[in-house]
C-alpha cells in the first residue's frame, strides 16, 4: 500500500532564514505530487504541482520554491523566510491519470 | 476562474442527527471528491464520484454526484463525536489532475 510521509511535523523559524521541506511517497511509481498551503484551518492553497522528475509547475508566485530530485521525493524552499509564510503545509501524491490526491500529515510552520 | 461554493460554512448538531452538506461549482465536473481533515491532520479521502446521479455510500456517509454536474452533496446519518472535522468538497482543476477545493465546512457535534 502506499504512504507518504511529511517532515518535519512542525518547525519555528525566524524571519530570515531558510526552509526545507520534505515530502516522499512510498509504495507507487512516477506519481504526481503536490504542495499544498493552509492558513487558519481553512481552504487549500496550490503552490507547486510536479508530474515527473525535475518537473515544477508554480500556481502562485510567492517566496518559495519546490525542487522534485527524486521520483518519489518532493521538496519546498525558501531562502528567507517571511512572516507570511506561516501556515500548514500539505503535501499530497496522485496516480497521474486519476483525480483522487492523498495528503500526508502536514507540517505546521511557524515563522517568529 | 472556478470556484466551488461550500454550504453551511459551519454547523453544530446533537449527537445521533443527521448532516446535510452541499457543494456547487460554476462549471461542470466529471469527479466530485470529498475529504474530511480532523484538527491538525492532513485530509483524508472519504468518497470519489465519477457519474452524474451516482450515489456512493461509505459507513455512515453518503455523496450524491448532482444531475447537473455543477454540483454534489454529502449526507452523514446518526453523526457522533468523532465527526467533528471540516469537511471539503473538490473537482478538477485543468488538465494536469489538479483539484480545486471548497472552503469546507467545519462540523462541531454537541455530545
Known amino acids: 500500500s502506499q504512504t507518504i510521509h511529511q517532515w518535519p511535523a512542525t518547525l519555528v523559524q525566524p524571519v530570515g532564514s531558510p526552509l526545507s521541506l520534505e515530502c516522499t511517497v512510498e509504495g507507487t511509481s512516477n506519481p504526481n505530487l503536490y504542495w499544498y498551503r493552509q492558513a487558519a484551518g481553512r481552504g487549500l492553497q496550490l503552490l507547486f504541482y510536479s508530474v515527473g522528475i525535475g518537473q515544477i509547475s508554480s500556481e502562485v508566485p510567492q517566496n518559495l520554491s519546490a525542487s522534485r530530485p527524486q521520483d518519489r521525493q518532493f521538496i519546498l524552499s525558501s531562502k528567507k523566510l517571511l512572516l507570511s509564510d506561516s501556515g500548514f503545509y500539505l503535501c499530497?501524491?496522485?496516480?497521474?491519470?486519476?483525480?483522487?490526491?492523498?495528503f500526508g500529515p502536514g507540517t505546521r510552520l511557524t515563522v517568529t | 476562474g472556478q470556484q466551488l461554493n461550500q454550504s453551511p460554512q459551519s454547523m453544530f448538531i446533537q449527537e445521533g442527527e443527521d448532516v446535510s452538506m452541499n457543494c456547487t461549482s460554476s462549471?461542470?465536473?466529471?469527479?466530485w471528491l470529498w475529504y474530511k481533515q480532523d484538527p491538525g491532520e492532513g485530509p483524508v479521502l472519504l468518497i470519489a464520484?465519477?457519474?452524474?446521479?451516482e450515489l456512493t455510500s461509505n459507513g455512515r456517509l453518503t455523496a450524491q454526484f448532482g444531475i447537473t454536474r455543477k454540483d454534489s452533496f454529502l449526507n452523514i446519518s446518526a453523526s457522533i463525536p468523532s465527526d467533528v472535522g471540516i469537511y471539503f468538497c473538490?473537482?478538477?482543476?485543468?488538465?494536469?489532475?489538479?483539484?480545486?477545493f471548497g472552503k469546507g465546512t467545519k462540523l462541531s457535534v454537541k455530545p
Open positions: 473538490a473537482g478538477p482543476s485543468g488538465s494536469q489532475g489538479n483539484l480545486i
Open positions: 462549471s461542470i465536473f466529471n469527479t
Open positions: 499530497a501524491w496522485s496516480a497521474g491519470r486519476y483525480y483522487e490526491q492523498y
Open positions: 464520484l465519477y457519474k452524474a446521479g
